[in-house]
């Protein structure tokens, strides 16, 4: 079935860049998305990549996907504390309507 | 440009009670969705209309019956509360298909 892993949690130094990834199993999934969510607030996208790309770039933010080992990664460069949250990746998976399948969430903690 | 908007915000219920969450956009998406979001489990598909007039179940609708009211507004709807629908309740709007999700700010729903 459909599946999406992340690490729970990840720690980084202020001004150091953050790798946060993610595994999906869904190969048909034409969209991937990473949406950011602070503390009692809703899910904001951050960006998302078309299965047919290995990189997007959005200034801080970058985007690698490994179709062939259905790997998704996002880099954010130079850690700010107000990046602090947790950032969940989702796949568009098969079936209709595009429903997301979700992770669980990485935990960003970004201390100085 | 309000985006999504839920209402309540926050609730506490006895169990066996009924509620109805509501969820409105602005942006004249033809989807709209309700996931449940609990620690450790990332986002849950309740139930989601893809267009007015339809609605289907997702991955967890036990429990839940919704409206799709009209275009704008899609309520989520609790017959008799459970202490294991205690959760944090969101709602989204996409404007076709292969578009990203917009969510709600979330409603905060405890169950005593």
């Known amino acids: 079935g459909e599946d999406v892993e992340q690490s729970l949690f990840l720690s980084v130094r202020e001004g150091d860049s953050s790798v946060i990834n993610c595994t999906y199993t869904?190969?048909?999934?034409?969209?991937l998305y990473w949406y950011k969510q602070e503390p009692g607030a809703g899910l904001q996208l951050l960006t998302y990549?078309?299965?047919?790309?290995d990189m997007k770039q959005d200034q801080r933010l970058t985007v690698l996907l490994n179709k062939k080992d259905k790997h998704l990664s996002l880099r954010i460069a130079d850690t700010q504390t107000g990046d602090s949250a947790i950032y969940f990746c989702a796949e568009s998976g098969s079936g209709g309507y595009n429903k997301l399948i979700f992770g669980a969430g990485t935990r960003l903690a970004v201390h100085p | 440009n309000a985006g999504v908007t839920q209402t309540p915000k926050f609730q506490v219920l006895k169990t066996g009670q009924s509620m109805t969450l509501q969820c409105a956009q602005d942006m004249n998406h033809n989807s709209m969705y309700w996931y449940r979001q609990d620690p450790g489990m990332g986002l849950r598909l309740i139930y989601y209309s893809a267009s007015e007039g339809t609605t289907d179940k997702g991955e967890v609708p036990n429990g839940y019956n919704v409206s799709r009211l009209n275009k704008r507004e899609f309520s989520l709807r609790l017959e008799s509360a459970a202490p294991s629908q205690t959760s944090v309740y969101f709602c989204?709007?996409?404007?076709?298909?292969?578009?990203?999700?917009?969510f709600g700010d979330g409603t905060r729903l405890s169950i005593l």
């Open positions: 869904d190969s048909s999934s034409t969209y």
């Open positions: 990549i078309f299965s047919n790309m």
């Open positions: 989204a709007s996409r404007p076709g298909d292969w578009q990203p999700q917009h």
